[in-house]
Nanobody
Framework: QVQLVESGGGLVQAGGSLRLSCAAS????????MGWFRQPPGKEREFVAA????????RYTDSVKGRFTISRDNAKNTVSLQMNSLNPEDTAIYYC?????????????????WGQGTQVTVSS
């Protein structure tokens, strides 16, 4: 089992920044690729960003490219999502997730463990 706990959400004005963090415990953190997903109000959960086990490979959904950066620290068992230039369309519950395997996945069903989520609200 891997336990994931997100933090760093909150209310921010459009154009502002937030940094989300996810702390992992349980099995060896570096064995897992890590992803961030979000669920906007009334919508399905969607992929945001992912990083492979070493931090050397990252993937982003098109709408956040150039604004969001995913990173991980295997020594501290954490993965972070730096979010800049936020806009109201980024408002959602953000989830951290862990996936085994070699390929960095973008589909929620490919992830094995999930955190409880943290709310991000961007006001206009």
């Amino acid at each position: 089992q891997v336990q994931l706990v997100e933090s760093g959400g909150g209310l921010v004005q459009a154009g502002g920044s937030l940094r989300l963090s996810c702390a992992a415990s349980g099995r060896t953190f570096s064995n897992y690729n890590m992803g961030w997903f979000r669920q906007p109000p009334g919508k399905e959960r969607e992929f945001v960003a992912a990083v492979n086990w070493s931090g050397g490979v990252t993937r982003y959904t098109d709408s956040v490219k150039g604004r969001f950066t995913i990173s991980r620290d295997n020594a501290k068992n954490t993965v972070s999502l730096q979010m800049n230039s936020l806009n109201p369309e980024d408002t959602a519950i953000y989830y951290c997730a862990a996936a085994s395997g070699v390929v960095v996945r973008t589909i929620p069903g490919r992830y094995d463990y999930w955190g409880q989520g943290t709310q991000v609200t961007v006001s206009s």
